[in-house]
């Protein structure tokens, strides 16, 4: 397994911009998809974007897409989220996962098998 450390959450207003990063330790970060998932109170864990092994294909919710943008860096052995056009109904713990299987346009939970700690994102409307 890898271990995963996420950070770039905060408070912002609705419209505003965050950007997430996801830093990798332990094992070859090329070797793992990784996935941005979100919980919010009272809410089941929820996918939001997905970025493929060398980064050549994405996935989206259809809650995030045209606002949020993974991209991946394996050199800095890192993932970030880019969330633009911010509302308050992203305000969640944002999650970032990693799994070894191969590329599927799933968002299931259980295609992961490593999981950081969570990094906090309020928007306040």
């Known amino acids: 397994q890898v271990q995963l450390v996420e950070s770039g959450g905060g408070l912002v207003q609705a419209g505003g911009s965050l950007r997430l990063s996801c830093v990798a330790s332990?094992?070859?970060?090329?070797?793992?998809?990784v996935g941005w998932f979100r919980q919010a109170p009272g809410k089941e864990r929820g996918f939001v974007a997905a970025?493929?092994?060398?980064?050549?294909?994405?996935y989206y919710a259809d809650s995030v897409k045209g606002r949020f943008t993974i991209s991946r860096d394996n050199a800095k052995n890192t993932v970030y989220l880019q969330m633009n056009s911010l509302k308050p109904e992203d305000t969640a713990v944002y999650y970032c996962?990693?799994?070894?299987?191969?590329?599927?346009?799933?968002?299931?939970?259980?295609?992961?098998?490593?999981w950081g700690q969570g990094t906090q994102v309020t928007v306040s409307s």
């Open positions: 332990g094992r070859t970060f090329s070797a793992y998809t």
């Open positions: 996962a990693a799994g070894q299987g191969p590329w599927v346009r799933s968002g299931r939970s259980a295609d992961y098998d490593s």
């Open positions: 970025i493929s092994k060398y980064g050549a294909a994405t």
